[in-house]
């Protein structure tokens, strides 16, 4: 590329990148997954409690049947044999939220009533809910320790009877794996490449926006008087690259600091590794460059936004079919519809995303993907560069398959 | 050293057009054909024809926006290419700016474009805006902008870079009087400045004052070339218009000319060929008549644009 070529290329790159960088919509879209990470953590830590601990204050419990009642503090720490007078007096003060009555009728009827407090919705449903849920636990066990202790059966056996048993994941080796980061495992690097596949499409629209508008304004042949149409291409191609990787970069930031938080939050253990981030984001790259060759050519073609959007949304179809499949990539990463979406150019953007979050895909696959990428990519910038200078100063008139295919061939 | 004499230097060179044998095609239909013409440092040629003939097909291939099929363009003694587009100014019939982005924004990056720094391409846009009236608009948006307002600073865009080639395609199409006059008077001062002007319009009038040269062309083939009063001349019939008395009226008392009509007080004598006013007039006073007005009569382009694209033959004496 000639020095006048390449400056113009980054004139061009630099004004479209500038411009999209500064619209409201993309600042609110690459601040919207920070924001919602900073969100979920200011939640949790709201309502962050020990579910295994207490049951944050005393846990009443009026009875009023005929079996004894006998707390034990091993299985129920929290909770106070009292009198009915008394339960109804500390609820009317505030100092509990509710108490539990069990009836004259148990354990005939297995039924215990909650009496709930005028303030009790003052903490927060979520809070409430998971209060109560602790609560009952622990007046279950008090229930049927004594329905076991009244049957004769001895408090040591007791004890070991209804005693929580605990569950540990390890490995052959013994190193102990967390329940919870088997899921998380899945879902965080999903959710990661769902993320790129995303990005890909608003950095593509990005593009079309940025061609039609050009068209729509009738800036275009000024702007081609001093850009030739391929490196005016490039330019917006590589300007509207680097938006969205700027977008990717600050949610990989976002992802980089939030999963070891997250695994400290939440007690599980969940990394994305180097190898995948640096895959998808070669994905994201091929996906981009495809996608954003296409966008243009439909860009220079449509006759104004309203169309460009709707023969644009025929290619985003393409896109989102791996997704549809996504129980299938989880299941049987290596079934024949896999890897025909991970070889189709359309599909494979979305589907070696895909595939690059579920553990045990074929290295081999991931490796066609790229070459077929690799060689459509080419092909769509080649055919794209074709139509979008064949095409572009056609204003509000829709080009004949016949330009089209002209343009294709080079007689256009 | 003047700016006249600054672009005179630079284009000393080579030509700023030189267009040989161009042909273009779109589909089966030959929107160019054979098309040749130069256009001179200092002069303003008017490029003109009637809607489809292949005007801006023709400018577009000057500025490299599509390429001839066939034939070959010299801008500046070079084939065109980005290398030139430093030394161009473009005003297409279709033309606009950035309607989200502030006037001076979208000037600065025309201006970059075309060879400009960005912060030199800002402190010409900004000048040149103030120079036009819009010194207090700068940072409006072009969706703010009155049209007039609109159309000053595309006419700041084309300027931008102080061009040596200008091309402006149907200019005064949808301006308002005070900015068709202004834009006028901003293609003269360029054409005396040195540079190459080629405009393309269907206003005759305008084009028979701006104009030095004429390039007619239907069908993407070159019917009229040459200058405003060459091309008038070609078309005169060898008529000459004369109010007086004693005129006479008899052929035969007169050797230039074949025919005589009175209308009007006036006396319209045809011409033999070979025979000049200078002749007739010579001949007038030599039998006493007393010439009051003699006038060679010439169509203006209006006229001639109209008959020669009906196929008058007398094109062919200036194509």
């Known amino acids: ?412 | 050293m003047s700016s006249t004499e600054q672009k005179a230097g630079e284009g000393s060179t080579a030509l700023p057009v030189i267009v040989t044998g161009i042909w273009k095609r779109f589909g089966s239909t030959d929107v160019v054909a054979d098309l040749s013409f130069e256009v001179r440092p200092g002069e303003i040629l008017g490029f003109l024809g009637p809607n489809g003939a292949g005007k801006t097909t023709t400018m577009r291939m000057i500025l490299d926006i599509i390429r001839p099929d066939r034939g070959s363009i010299s801008v500046f003694g070079r084939p065109p290419g980005v290398e030139h587009q430093g030394r161009t100014g473009y005003l297409p019939e279709e033309r606009g700016l950035y309607r989200d982005v502030p006037a001076i924004d979208t000037l600065a990056y025309f201006g970059a474009l075309r060879g400009l720094s960005l912060a030199a391409a800002r402190r010409r846009a900004r000048d040149l805006l103030t120079q036009v009236g819009l010194g207090d608009s700068l940072a409006k948006k072009a969706g703010e902008l009155s049209r007039g307002m609109h159309q000053k600073a595309q006419l700041v865009a084309t300027i931008i870079n102080d061009p040596d080639l200008l091309i402006v395609d149907e200019p005064f199409q949808g301006l308002d009087p005070v900015n068709a006059t202004m834009l006028k008077g901003l293609l003269l001062e360029q054409r005396d400045q040195g540079a190459a002007v080629v405009m393309s319009t269907h206003d005759m009038e305008d084009a028979q004052v701006l104009c030095d040269r004429i390039l007619l062309i239907d069908k993407g083939r070159r019917l009229l070339y040459g200058t405003v009063s060459d091309i008038r001349r070609a078309f005169s019939d060898g008529a000459v218009e004369v109010v007086g008395r004693n005129l006479p009226t008899d052929t035969a008392a007169l050797r230039s000319a074949m025919h005589v009509k009175t209308y009007d007080g006036t006396v319209r004598y045809l011409l033999h060929d070979g025979a000049t006013a200078q002749d007739l007039f010579r001949e007038l006073g030599e039998g006493q008549a007393d010439v009051e007005r003699f006038a060679v009569e010439a169509p203006n382009l209006a006229e001639i644009f109209i008959r020669t694209v009906a196929g008058d033959p007398r094109a062919s004496r200036v194509a």
Do not use: H
């Open chain 1, 1 to 412: 590329m000639s020095g006048a070529f390449s400056r113009l290329v980054l004139l061009v790159a630099r004004r479209d990148y500038l411009r999209t960088v500064r619209r409201r919509g993309f600042v609110a879209g690459t601040l919207l997954l920070p924001a919602s990470v900073v969100l979920v953590f200011a939640v949790s830590s709201l309502v962050s409690f020990d579910p295994t601990g207490g049951a944050a204050g005393p846990v009443l419990v009026v009875n009023e049947s005929g079996v004894p009642l006998q707390v034990d503090p091993r299985l129920a720490p929290d909770v106070l044999l009292v009198s009915r007078d008394e339960a109804e007096s500390r609820l009317a003060d505030g100092s509990v939220a509710e108490f539990f009555v069990v009836p004259g009728a148990w354990s005939s009827q297995p039924n215990v009533r909650l009496v709930v407090g005028p303030e009790a919705g003052r903490s927060g449903p979520i809070e409430v809910v998971t209060r109560r849920q602790v609560a009952q636990a622990q007046v279950e066990l008090l229930l049927r320790s004594s329905l076991l202790r009244a049957a004769g059966l001895p408090d040591s056996a007791l004890g070991e009877l209804l005693t929580p048993i605990t569950f540990t994941s390890v490995t052959p080796d013994g190193e102990v794996v967390s329940d919870a980061s088997v899921t998380a495992g899945f879902i965080v690097p999903y959710v990661f490449t769902l993320i790129f596949v995303l990005s890909i499409f608003i950095t593509s629209g990005y593009l079309l926006q940025s061609v039609t508008e050009e068209k729509e304004n009738r800036v275009v042949e000024i702007v081609l008087s001093s850009v030739p149409a391929l490196p005016l291409m490039a330019g917006k191609v590589l300007g509207l690259g680097a938006a969205g990787l700027t977008q990717v970069a600050i949610w990989m930031t976002t992802a980089i600091v939030a999963i070891p938080l997250a695994n400290q939050q939440f007690s599980i253990d969940v990394s994305v590794s180097p190898v995948t981030l640096a895959l998808a984001m070669l994905f994201f790259c091929l996906g981009y460059l495809s996608y954003g060759a296409i966008f243009a050519a439909v860009g220079a073609l449509a006759p104004g936004a309203r169309e460009a959007q709707q023969y644009s949304s025929f290619f985003g179809f393409f896109a989102v079919i791996p997704l549809v499949f996504t129980p299938l990539f989880l299941t049987e990463p290596n079934s024949p519809i896999v890897w025909a979406l991970a070889l189709l150019p359309l599909t494979a953007p979305a589907a070696v995303l895909e595939l690059l979050a579920v553990p045990g895909s074929s290295p081999l696959l991931v490796l066609a993907s790229l070459i077929s990428q690799l060689a459509f990519m080419a092909i769509a910038i080649f055919a794209a560069g074709r139509i979008f200078r064949a095409t572009l100063l056609l204003y509000g008139t829709q080009p004949s398959v016949r330009r089209i295919v002209g343009a294709l061939t080079g007689r256009a």
